[in-house]
């Protein structure tokens, strides 16, 4: 199973009775199944939230699969104003209208600004920011209803409804599933951490 995170991978792919090739994911949008055959063999480089790589990047890792690292960490090196945009709507309370303000453009030219780059719109970033804050907060005791409205949600049933378009189970279930909490708390949109910002 594959979950919206905002982040894009570069895949080394080995099917067992074929050559490797490498792949560049899409952005997900809800939860989907990932098939492949019996037997195949992923090497995976989780690229920053928003950042993608050009065919010839891919085509320098495909060609030396053991540089992937350098490679990919030499092409994502530059850090730009989307890359901030994204970062400030991943903040609690964050509004598209106000992450536009603070980068200096209006609502429209930021919007333009994702579109430009082939990226999900500004509200995708902070929705999904929100879903998996809220995922994040399931371990604690808290009640529902206290983190949804800590994470911005007007009541839990918003909060569940969000959750379910997400992530494909409600809070109740992810509270009680600590295996698929764990997969959904890997470093992606929402807590990629400052050192993992600068190698990627």
Known sequence: MVFPDGCRDVLVVRPPDAPPHVVLTTF????????MMPGTEISGYRL??????????????????????????????????????IVALTRPGAGVAGVARESGMSLRSLQRRFQDRHLP?????RLLARARRAVALLPTPAPLAEIAAEC?????????????????????????DAGLRLLLGQPALG???AEQISTR
């Open 28 to 35: 997900d949008f809800s939860p989907r199944h990932a098939v």
């Open 48 to 85: 920053r939230p928003g950042a993608s790589v050009s065919h010839k990047v891919l085509a320098a890792v495909a060609a030396d699969t053991g540089r992937a690292t350098t490679i990919l960490g030499d092409a994502l090196a530059e850090w730009g104003a989307l890359d901030d945009a």
């Open 121 to 125: 719109p500004p509200e995708f970033w």
């Open 152 to 176: 911005g949600f007007s009541d839990q049933a918003h909060m569940t409804r969000a959750l379910k378009r997400w992530f494909g189970h409600s809070p109740a279930q992810l509270r009680r």
């Open 191 to 193: 807590n990629w951490t």
